[in-house]
């Protein structure tokens, strides 16, 4: 069975760097698919932030461009997300899901609830 | 980016038949897919494709729609349905989510 499971600190002061994990067993990230990241702010809006796909590649959510790198350690088959410069606009749930084509997501973690505060 | 505009909430009674829908601000063919997320849970895949349903789920579950309006019909609804659904297209990059609809049970 597919597992994904998000970790990272809750709390994250303004301006600093927000770093997450999901670790994902019972599928190896090399084989296939793309491997994203997706938050949800408090009051239900949705938001797909980027993926990185099963060869490497990334592709990111143009609002996010700037601030956002996704990398992957392949041989402890995880990928992260790093976002920089947060603000307590960055507060949410984060959620690291597959990427099944056409761009719809079949399994996802739990979540990680992440506030931005001072 | 293409917005999804769902009704904010819908209250109905067991056995009922429900319909939620999805309009896009611009066509999204049949790239639309359907979720449902119980409080406290991540969100599970309900529909993708418009109207094929997931490995597991109920057949009570059914979606339909092209272009701009989409829809999720729930027949019978039963008590455990009580959960937000949110449709996400993907033909349009960046993939994108309607706000949700909160289906309580009376």
């Known amino acids: 069975e597919i597992q994904l499971q998000e970790s990272g600190p809750g709390l994250v002061k303004p301006s600093q760097s927000l770093s997450l994990t999901c670790s994902v067993t019972?599928?190896?990230?090399?084989?296939?698919?793309?491997w994203s990241w997706i938050r949800k702010f408090p009051g239900n809006k949705m938001e797909w932030m980027g993926y990185?796909?099963?060869?490497?590649?990334?592709n990111y959510n143009p609002s996010l461009k700037s601030r956002i790198s996704i990398t992957r350690d392949t041989s402890k088959n995880q990928f992260f997300l790093q976002l920089n410069s947060v603000t307590t606009e960055d507060t949410a749930t984060y959620y690291c899901?597959?990427?099944?084509?056409?761009?719809?997501?079949?399994?996802w973690g739990q979540g990680v609830m992440v506030t931005v505060s001072s | 980016d293409t917005v999804l505009t769902q009704s904010p909430a819908l209250a109905v009674s067991p056995g009922e038949r429900v319909t939620i829908s999805c309009r896009a601000s611009?066509?999204?063919?049949?790239?639309m897919h359907w979720y449902q997320q119980k409080p406290g849970q991540q969100p599970t895949l309900l529909i993708y494709?418009?109207?094929n349903l997931e490995s597991g789920v109920p057949a009570r579950f059914s979606g339909s729609g092209s272009g701009t309006d989409f829809t999720l019909t729930i027949d019978p609804v039963e008590a455990d349905d009580t959960a937000t659904y949110y449709c996400?297209?993907?033909?349009?990059?960046?993939?994108?989510f309607g706000g949700g609809t909160k289906l309580e049970l009376k």
């Open positions: 899901a597959r990427l099944t084509t056409p761009y719809y997501f079949d399994y």
């Open positions: 019972g599928y190896t990230i090399t084989s296939g698919y793309d």
């Open positions: 990185i796909s099963y060869s490497g590649s990334t």
């Open positions: 611009e066509s999204v063919s049949t790239l």
């Open positions: 494709l418009a109207s």
């Open positions: 996400q297209q993907s033909w349009n990059d960046p993939p994108t």
